[in-house]
């Protein structure tokens, strides 16, 4: 990391950071007051989290990222907007989840993960069945686990799993892939891939029982 991304880490952690501990995650304290809540898993540097957070004020965001670089990037925007509806994680977004409350959140996004191309690493995808389980046991009844990748057979992985989830329906009519929702935004990531002739490809699926 620069000098200024190791400052902004250390000046406004304390503000916008959270550090799961070893029980559960306690997210009325954490925001300080009670609100829909969602996550967003591997958020980069913050574009989509910090656009959804602005539009949407009365719901709260907690983002989960390992690169500290990027983390430090969001952190200084986040004080940059005065956004007080965020709380970002630089952990495994498997601690997270491990620690959350069940039923706690009304959606989870996943925007872009690593597409691990090579057959070899496919196993180190985030999406597979434990991992979509753990998605499940936060979400409450009706909330939306919305996925995004410009990777096709990422996209073919993600569906098969997600078609066999337990208690999750695919919200697009004919069990396909679903149109780009408004509330995620046009990132700069996704305009790079537009520009090199990707597709990108949506999937919604809502936690049902």
């Known amino acids: 990391m620069t000098a200024s991304q190791r400052r902004a880490i250390e000046e406004l952690w304390p503000r916008y950071g959270a550090t799961p501990g070893d029980g ?13 809540r969602a996550l967003e898993i591997g958020f ?13 004020p009365d719901r709260d965001y907690l983002g989960v990222e390992v690169h500290r670089p990027g983390v430090a990037q969001a952190l200084r925007e986040l004080a940059r907007r005065e956004l007080g509806n965020v709380r970002v994680c630089c ?36 999406v597979q069945a434990q991992f979509v389980a753990q998605i499940g046991r936060v979400l409450c009844a009706g909330g939306l686990f919305r996925l995004a990748t410009d990777w096709q057979d990422y996209a073919a992985h993600m569906l098969a ?9 695919n919200t697009r009519e004919g069990e396909g892939y679903a149109s780009r929702p408004i509330e995620r935004p046009l990132t700069k990531f996704e305009r790079r891939g537009q520009r090199l002739g990707h597709s990108v490809y949506d999937l919604a699926f809502r936690r049902v029982g």
């Open 44 to 56: 980069g540097n913050g574009e989509a989290l910090i656009a959804m957070a602005a539009e949407n």
């Open 161 to 169: 799993v997600l078609q066999e989830a337990p208690g999750f329906e």
């Open 24 to 36: 559960s995650f306690d997210l009325g304290t954490l925001f300080g007051r009670t609100a829909p």
């Open 91 to 126: 952990v495994d977004v498997n601690d997270v989840l491990a620690r959350l409350p069940e039923r706690s959140l009304c959606a989870v996004y996943l925007f872009f993960p690593d597409p691990w191309p090579k057959k070899r690493h496919h196993k180190r995808r985030l």
